[in-house]
C-alpha cells in the first residue's frame, strides 16, 4: 500500500472503540431499512502494497457472514469503485454475507468507498477513517432482492511497526 501508512499485521485480535476501532453501518433489503449492521474487526492485513479488512458477527470470528474489503491504497480523499474483483488499484473487492437475508449469490455489483483521513498518531500509529456505499442485486433465493449496505464510519487504528 503506497500510501501514508506502516505496515502491519493484525489476524484474529479483537478491536473495540477504546482501540480506535469504529464500524457504523445500515442493511437496505429492496429499500426498506433492515437496521444496524453489529459486525466486528475479524481480521486487519495492512502491508506497504496491500490490505484486507474482515468483519463479521459479534462473538462469531468463524461464521461464514462477513465484509471483506481488499484493495491497494488507502489515499485521503479518494474515492474507490467497489466490485466484486478488482482490475486496477482505483478499485476495492467487496463482499458481504449475512444469512438468511443475503447469501453468496449476487450480480450487479456497485458502490463507492472514499477515504476521510489517515492521520500519524503521536505514538507511530495511524488514524484511518472511510465511509461507503456497496448495492448488488441479491439472487440466492430464488427472488431478486436489491441489496445495499450504508457504512457511514469505519475507522481503523493501525498499531505502529
Not at 11 to 16: M, P, Q, T
Not at 113 to 130: P, W
Amino acid at each position: 500500500m503506497k500510501s501514508e501508512g506502516s505496515d502491519s499485521i493484525m489476524n484474529g485480535d479483537r478491536f473495540s472503540a477504546d482501540r480506535g476501532y469504529l464500524f457504523d453501518a445500515n442493511l437496505y433489503i429492496d429499500g426498506v431499512d433492515k437496521g444496524r449492521i453489529a459486525f466486528e474487526l475479524i481480521d486487519l492485513i495492512f502491508l506497504d502494497n496491500y490490505y484486507f479488512i474482515r468483519l463479521g458477527p459479534r462473538g462469531e470470528p468463524n461464521a461464514k457472514n462477513e465484509l471483506t474489503l481488499k484493495g491497494l491504497h488507502f489515499r485521503v480523499g479518494e474515492t474507490y469503485k467497489l466490485v466484486d474483483v478488482s482490475e486496477n488499484d482505483q478499485e476495492v473487492d467487496a463482499s458481504f454475507v449475512l444469512e438468511p437475508d443475503v447469501s453468496h449469490s449476487q450480480q450487479e455489483h456497485s458502490g463507492t468507498l472514499n477515504v476521510a483521513y489517515n492521520e500519524a498518531q503521536g505514538d507511530g500509529s495511524r488514524l484511518i477513517g472511510m465511509y461507503f456505499s456497496y448495492s448488488f442485486k441479491e439472487t440466492g433465493s430464488g427472488t431478486v432482492k436489491d441489496i445495499r449496505v450504508r457504512c457511514w464510519t469505519l475507522q481503523l487504528l493501525i498499531p505502529p511497526k
